[in-house]
């Protein structure tokens, strides 16, 4: 049986008259504020970015899976609303909290910003309220840094106020799979706070999955990241192996893909970015490390993964040296930037590590990629050519090191005559000069 504050608050989220607000709009955040407020609830955005805001409420969406239409028709109806003052958060009933967990410089878990907007949230916490952290980090640290900031204030997590954890599963670029139709993981302190967080989530999300405890699903998702980058790093060591014995990986790849059972084919490339695969598994790693526990088969996913840019930077020095050339002073085309097809994301990117490899051995470089308008790599910053047949005659080697559905592969082939393919993309393009694939 519920109290009497987690009847009242379950009667205001099944009324649609829960207050929520969701803390930091970067790539979850945003899209997540706007199902929240499809959902019916009275909704605030909360980031401390500045900039940001005020591309808000201009209309000026900076995420790619939130359209600007949208946003206007939202302004216009006067249901978006943002704001960078915490005090802003006191009569709120729900606060999700989805802020970055970056890795620091020795590959540490980073928490200052959850430890911040934990610390802003215990000044404006009150009875009742529910709040749930999506951001990704290790087990544990929901109860071990998250709690105690919340109840420094005097009031006492899941008798006097609610918490939860509930993982992120954003795709960015995901048209398949959105915040509607993936299914939510939610563990509470309590199963009422399991309860209440649930009962939020089925709003607007077709499927919840509670599970026993805040640190399963905090595992949980790491779980999912590590089987990617496990999996990632066994593909890429294959590539490795197969292209000292002569095999190409994508035909091996493409046969064992005929399996119906037992096999799940993924795909090598010149490393691991985005927002988890290369992030996510150290978090764990760290953790258990501090309890004198090895975590072999990850730290060494992640190290294999890790030497993929370098492995790329060797294919280049091979096919410039195929045509008595070097890559000092070379004019090196890189094709797409980002760190995954069809997005504009460049975060943890490979793509730009081989370019940070390029640029210290003297390669002069250039790059396409349609969704990226430029990038800065140690201190240089590069824009966007467009794809032309002089901008590809002019260079002398032509390096793939993303695939996008906006890039004329078949005009790349038909005018470069030594080309470096990392992502199979140049396969059934007809083409003219040499391929070095990857």
């Known amino acids: 049986m519920l109290s009497p504050l987690a009847a009242t608050l379950e009667q205001r989220i099944q009324e649609r008259q829960a207050r929520v607000a969701v803390v930091g709009l970067g790539y979850v955040g945003l899209p997540l504020l706007l199902h929240v407020i499809r959902a019916g609830f009275p909704s605030l955005g909360l980031d401390i970015d500045r900039q940001r805001l005020q ?23 006067g249901k978006l609303e943002v704001t960078d003052d915490y005090a802003q958060l006191t009569d709120r009933d729900i606060v999700l909290v989805c802020v970055p967990t970056p890795l620091g410089k020795s590959r540490d878990p980073d928490l200052r910003y959850i430890v911040q907007a934990a610390t802003r949230l215990a000044e404006c916490l009150h009875r009742g309220q529910l709040i749930i952290l ?27 106020f ?66 990617r980058a496990l999996n990632i790093a066994l593909v890429n060591e294959l590539a490795l192996l197969s292209h000292s014995i002569g095999v190409d990986i994508w035909e091996v790849i ?51 993964n890790s030497q993929m840019p370098a492995h790329v930077l060797h294919r280049t020095f091979d096919a410039l040296n195929s045509v008595g050339k070097s890559v000092r002073g070379a004019q090196i085309l890189i094709i797409g930037v980002a760190y995954k097809p069809n997005v504009g994301d460049t975060r943890e990117s490979p793509a730009l590590k081989v370019m940070q490899l390029l640029q210290e051995r003297g390669g002069r470089l250039r790059y396409h990629d349609p969704l990226v308008p430029e990038v800065e790599v140690d201190g240089i910053r590069y824009t966007n050519q467009p794809l032309s047949p002089a901008l590809i005659e002019g260079s002398d080697c032509v390096l793939i090191t993303t695939h996008h559905d906006q890039i004329d592969y078949e005009m790349i082939g038909q005018h470069a005559d030594l080309i470096v393919d990392t992502r199979n993309a140049m396969r059934s393009v007809r083409c003219r000069g040499r391929v070095f694939r990857l």
Not at 55 to 77: K, T
Not at 145 to 160: I, N, T
Not at 262 to 288: K, N, T
């Open 254 to 304: 493409e046969a064992a893909a005929t399996k119906p059972f037992g096999f799940m084919p993924f795909y090598p490339g010149p490393g691991v970015g985005g927002h988890c695969i290369p992030v996510d598994p150290h978090y764990l790693s760290w953790r258990v490390k501090n309890l004198s526990l090895p975590a072999r088969l990850i730290d060494l996913a992640m190290e294999i």
């Open 55 to 77: 591309r808000l409420q201009a209309g000026d969406s900076y995420v790619q899976d939130v359209p600007p239409d949208e946003l206007y028709s939202l302004l216009s109806a």
């Open 162 to 227: 609610f918490l939860a954890f509930s993982p992120e599963r954003i795709d960015p670029g995901n048209r398949k799979y959105t915040i509607e139709n993936t299914p939510k993981i939610v563990g509470g302190l309590t199963p009422t706070c399991t309860h209440l967080a649930c009962r939020f989530y089925e709003a607007f999300v077709s499927a919840v999955h509670p599970v026993p405890s805040i640190r399963t699903a905090e595992m949980a998702k790491l779980l999912e990241n590590a089987f």
């Open 134 to 160: 999506e951001s990704t980090t290790y087990p544990g640290s929901t109860e071990e840094v998250v709690k105690p900031v919340l109840e420094s204030g005097g009031l006492r997590a899941g008798d006097d």
